[in-house]
């Protein structure tokens, strides 16, 4: 992972610092992390794969 990315914490994250999650977004992929527990690394998916997921979920789907 690079040391300069541009993590920024989600909208739907809980402003009282429970529930955190971060973005980060490169040309390549979007990468998802818990706020609270960077150390463990972060999950990663296609730009494809993250525009399916979020459509699934604005479309009651998920």
Same mark, same amino acid.
């Given at each position: 992972?690079? #040391?300069?990315?541009?993590?920024?914490?989600?909208?739907?994250?809980?402003?009282?610092?429970?529930?955190?999650?971060?973005? #980060?977004?490169? +040309?390549? #992929?979007?990468?998802? %992390?818990?706020?609270?527990? %960077?150390?463990?690394?972060?999950?990663? *998916?296609? +730009?494809?794969?993250?525009? #399916? *997921?979020?459509?699934?979920? %604005?479309?009651? %789907?998920?």
């Amino acid at each position: 992972m690079k #040391a300069d990315l541009n993590w920024h914490k989600s909208s739907y994250s809980n402003q009282t610092g429970g529930n955190c999650v971060e973005v #980060a977004e490169t +040309p390549a #992929a979007v990468l998802i %992390r818990d706020t609270q527990h %960077r150390h463990l690394g972060h999950l990663d *998916f296609t +730009p494809a794969e993250w525009a #399916a *997921f979020l459509a699934d979920l %604005r479309a009651g %789907r998920l």
